[in-house]
T-cell receptor
Framework: EDQVTQSPEALRLQEGESSSLNCSYTVSGLRGLFWYRQDPGKGPEFLFTLYSAGEEKEKERLKATLTKKESFLHITAPKPEDSATYLCAVQAGGSYIPTFGRGTSLIVHP | DAGVTQSPTHLIKTRGQQVTLRCSPISGHKSVSWYQQVLGQGPQFIFQYYEKEERGRGNFPDRFSARQFPNYSSELNVNALLLGDSALYLC?????????????FGDGTRLSIL
């Protein structure tokens, strides 16, 4: 059975303190890996799609990378407005339905 | 352009009641998926519809049902509500069902069961 595991569950950073969030997956035939940001009481907001190992995508302070086993979401010099839950989802095999991880709750203190 | 819209935003029901949640996809998107998100968890897949046909069903009891209309909007129905049905119900849309393009989500309906 496909599995998506995100770590850490929660992360507290000081403003400007760079870090990385991890999404590891055990799937057969990756179609795509998606990163979303979710603010409290809101739906997930799409950030990135990665399709193959070695691929990287960047947007402002965020950079997503992909290997054959995991993906990282690197946050450089975060600001308090980056505080949110970050969700990873994997689409694989014969299914086009994405499987979500539990998310990483990020809090950035000023 | 409007994103995915869901109604109502909040709903309070009691055990045993029935509820209908509504979703309008992004203009041009023909596929709608429904997810349940319990606090502290990632979204769990319930249904996917494309061109009014069910294309996928998650591991949820028969109390859950859905349909898609000719204008591609969708309804999720839940009968005989249980306390455990309390959750954020999310709707997501995409151009088709068989795509590796990302789904786009609405802000959900927060369902509370008393």
């Amino acid at each position: 059975e496909d599995q998506v595991t995100q770590s850490p569950e929660a992360l507290r950073l000081q403003e400007g303190e760079s870090s990385s969030l991890n999404c590891s997956y055990t799937v057969s035939g990756l179609r795509g890996l998606f990163w979303y940001r979710q603010d409290p009481g809101k739906g997930p907001e799409f950030l990135f799609t990665l399709y193959s190992a070695g691929e990287e995508k960047e947007k402002e302070r965020l950079k997503a990378t992909l290997t054959k086993k995991e993906s990282f979401l690197h946050i450089t010099a975060p600001k308090p407005e980056d505080s949110a839950t970050y969700l990873c989802a994997v689409q694989a095999g014969g299914s086009y339905i994405p499987t979500f991880g539990r998310g990483t709750s990020l809090i950035v203190h000023p | 352009d409007a994103g995915v819209t869901q109604s109502p935003t909040h709903l309070i029901k009691t055990r045993g009641q029935q509820v209908t949640l509504r979703c309008s996809p992004i203009s041009g998107h023909k596929s709608v998926s429904w997810y349940q998100q319990v606090l502290g968890q990632g979204p769990q897949f319930i249904f996917q519809y494309y061109e009014k046909e069910e294309r996928g069903r998650g591991n949820f009891p028969d109390r859950f049902s859905a349909r898609q209309f000719p204008n591609y909007s969708s309804e999720l129905n839940v009968n005989a509500l249980l306390l455990g049905d309390s959750a954020l119900y999310l709707c997501a849309s995409s151009f088709t069902d068989r795509t590796n393009q990302p789904q786009h989500f609405g802000d959900g309906t927060r369902l509370s069961i008393l």
